[in-house]
Structure formats: structure tokens, C-alpha cells
């Protein structure tokens, strides 16, 4: 299993405080000030200069695919410090932040985690390795129930910290393209473990700077595939990855979507693969293909019978999240388009016409909606090339 050092398995809470201010901040507080100069100085119109700036900003990236003042990147992380503190009961009791399988009728999450030890061939004492683990949930189940070793990869302290200190796992908080590039990384991780899982996390990978840039995409899910392909033992009897990855599908588009499309990257950050595109078709070079299952239904469905579930999510406000709402007006430059968010229902939108019907309807929804959930299990190849 891999060895971390004190400093870098107990030093969550820094890295917490170290993310209240990140770079997005400092633009941000800039855009405050120069629109406090202007006003005082020239006119009061000069006190809308940071909404001139965001809307310029917007203007560049979804014209250009460039964003000039903010980091994408830096906004996931953000995203689910919003989620941890304002969405009720994240993890825990049969929850989590990707979904669960409706069986009969009824949400599982043990179904689900069932499902996936059969597909990684997963056994007492093996190693799994978890990136963007979010709470921990299938960690700790792998480790109670299977009794595997586990490690966790994640770009997110508040996650990280309730991982470590509610469930006592092993959680790395690092983004993974960072491990490409640093060899002290590399030797912690590469060739320890026996399976790898990639939960609902890949929509992340590729920013929407880049939702134009096909090569660059290309580039992105290879590295996810290379660094996976290296994490493995020589000698597991595994060598799987299984990953969750909402997709795009090729249906025409229309101005809802794009507007839809605007409030979901805001809020989220990322951009989707089309479904004939991302590690399916990236994987290959490390990776033969064992099985696609096509699973919108029940993501879909998690929503629809989960009123605490992030894509339709009832929120219940309370003096601390008000307090932590009005710190955000001052750290966070898109505050208001997560607000705005919650009036538009944009996660529900891409499922097409019905969203919130009760049946499932496989053939119905691939019908009509923009988006596809799939389950991807992939086998290490016998033979990989040299790289």
C-alpha cells in the first residue's frame, strides 16, 4: 500500500485554509476595487466595471475558448466547497455525490458498489486506488465489506478532511495530472495498486476552454489512461478500471441548451465527452474495452427521487449558510450564477421531455435526451507500448 509522509496525510486542515484564497479571489478582489476607484473617481457607472469584466470574461471564453481573468480548474474545487457546505446529508446513509441503481423501484447505493467489486474482480487484500473520491463512500465500503486497502485522490480539502477524519481513509489531495509530472508522486503510487475507479469525476478533465478543442481533449483522457495504466502491480490479478462518466449524445442542439450549458459550467466547471469520444475512445492504446452499460436512467432517476440529490437539489437555508453565502460574495467572482442556477433547473434539462417521469425508460430517454450516463469497465492490455 502506499506511504505517505505525516506531513502530506495530516496537514488537511492547512490545505483547507490555504483554498479559502486562491487566484480567482485575487481577480476577483481586483474587479471590486478598480469598480470602487472608478466609482469615486469618474462616475458612478464605474462601480459596475466588475460586471462589464464578467461578461467580457464570458464573451472570450464562449466565443474564443479562452478565458482571460479566471481558472477553470480552480472553480471545481470551489464548486464542491459551495456543495459541502450547502447541500444537506452529502455522504453517509446510503448517499453520495455521484448516484445510485434504482432496484425495484428503489434507490441502492449497495447495489451499486456491489455492481462495481464484480466488474474490478475485486477480493480481500486487494489495493484500489479511487480518483476524485469525493467523501470517501466507496472507499470505505471496499475496505469494510471486501477488505481491500484504499487510497484516495482528491483535489478537494473539505472532502478530503471528512474522508480522513469521519471514515479514516487515505486521501491524497492532489489533482491527478499532477502525478504525471512529479516523480516523488510517481514512486507513491505507480505499481501499487490492483484496481482503479473513476466516479463521476471525468467531466472535470477538459475545462470548457477546451469544448472546441478536440486534440487537446484527446491529450487529456490519454494521460488519464497512461497515469492508470501505470498504477498497477505486475502481478494483480485485477489490472481494472471502471469509471462513470456522463456523456454527451449527438442530438441537434437548440438555444435552451447553450443556455442551460452556460449555468451548468459555471457552477460545475467542464466539459462533457461526446459519447463516441473521451476514454472510450482514448483508452486504447493501454486498455482493451470489457463492457459499456448505459445507465441514465438511474442517474436521472437518483434525482428524481432523491430531493436532497445535486441535480435537483432543495435547499435549506440556515444561518450558517447564509453567513457563508455572504463570505462568498467576497471570495467567490460567480456567486451569483450559482444562484442563478438554482432558478433555471439545468441539470434536469439535458435529460430532454419528462424529466422528472418516474418510469424508466431506457429506449425513451436516449430518445430524447442530451446527455448519457455510462458505466466503462476497461482491462490493463497483456501488452503495453513503450512510452
Not at 500500500?1 to 506531513?7: D, G, Q
Not at 447505493?109 to 474490478?120: A, D, G, I, Y
Given at each position: 500500500?502506499?506511504?505517505?509522509?505525516?506531513?502530506e496525510t495530516t496537514n488537511t486542515q492547512a490545505e483547507s485554509l490555504k483554498n479559502i484564497v486562491d487566484r480567482n479571489t485575487l481577480v476577483w478582489w481586483s474587479l471590486i476595487l478598480g469598480s470602487a476607484l472608478l466609482a469615486v473617481n469618474f462616475s458612478a457607472w464605474g462601480s459596475l466595471f466588475w460586471l462589464f469584466a464578467l461578461i467580457l470574461d464570458d464573451i472570450a471564453l464562449f466565443c474564443f475558448g479562452k478565458s482571460v481573468l479566471f481558472d477553470s480548474q480552480l472553480r471545481i474545487r470551489r464548486t464542491y466547497q459551495w456543495i459541502h457546505t450547502f447541500y444537506d446529508n452529502t455522504t453517509g446513509s446510503g448517499r453520495d455525490l455521484g448516484f445510485n441503481l434504482m432496484i425495484d423501484g428503489a434507490l441502492s447505493?449497495?447495489?451499486?458498489?456491489?455492481?462495481?467489486?464484480?466488474?474490478?474482480g475485486l477480493t480481500k487484500g486487494m489495493v484500489i486506488c479511487d480518483v476524485g473520491c469525493g467523501y470517501g463512500?466507496?472507499?470505505?465500503?471496499?475496505?469494510?465489506?471486501?477488505?481491500?486497502?484504499?487510497?484516495g485522490i482528491n483535489l478537494t480539502p473539505e472532502q478530503a478532511i471528512y474522508a480522513k477524519e469521519k471514515y479514516g481513509l487515505d486521501v491524497h489531495i492532489i489533482n491527478w495530472k499532477d502525478i504525471l509530472n512529479d516523480s516523488n508522486l510517481q514512486n507513491k503510487l505507480y505499481g501499487k495498486f490492483d484496481a482503479v475507479t473513476f466516479m463521476d469525476t471525468v467531466e472535470h478533465y477538459v475545462s470548457m476552454e477546451d469544448r472546441n478543442n478536440t486534440e487537446k481533449q484527446n491529450q487529456i483522457y490519454s494521460a488519464m489512461c497512461l497515469m492508470a495504466s501505470k498504477l498497477f502491480k505486475k502481478n494483480s490479478m485485477s489490472k481494472r478500471v471502471f469509471i462513470s462518466c456522463l456523456h454527451q449524445t449527438r442530438?441537434?442542439?437548440?438555444?435552451?441548451?447553450?443556455?442551460?450549458?452556460?449555468f451548468m459550467d459555471k457552477f460545475y466547471s467542464g466539459h462533457y465527452p461526446f459519447i463516441d469520444e473521451g476514454p472510450l475512445k482514448e483508452c486504447h492504446t493501454w486498455f482493451d474495452v470489457v463492457k459499456v452499460e448505459d445507465k441514465t436512467e438511474d442517474y436521472r432517476l437518483t434525482g428524481v427521487s432523491d430531493q436532497k440529490h445535486f441535480q435537483a437539489v432543495k435547499i435549506t437555508l440556515t444561518p450558517k449558510k447564509i453567513a457563508y453565502l455572504c463570505c462568498l460574495f467576497i471570495l467567490d467572482p460567480h456567486v451569483i450564477h450559482r444562484l442563478l442556477y438554482y432558478t433555471q433547473d439545468s441539470w434536469m434539462?439535458?435529460?430532454?421531455?419528462?424529466?422528472?417521469?418516474?418510469?424508466?425508460d431506457s429506449n425513451y430517454r436516449k430518445s430524447t435526451s442530451y446527455v448519457a450516463l455510462f458505466w466503462i469497465t476497461l482491462q490493463l492490455k497483456s501488452q503495453l507500448p513503450e512510452l
Open positions: 500500500m502506499p506511504e505517505f509522509s505525516e506531513k447505493q449497495r447495489s451499486k458498489f456491489e455492481h462495481m467489486v464484480k466488474e474490478l463512500d466507496w472507499l470505505k465500503y471496499c475496505r469494510d465489506e471486501v477488505g481491500c486497502e484504499t487510497v442530438k441537434p442542439r437548440t438555444w435552451k441548451f447553450f443556455f442551460h450549458s452556460y434539462f439535458f435529460y430532454g421531455d419528462n424529466p422528472y417521469s418516474k418510469d424508466y
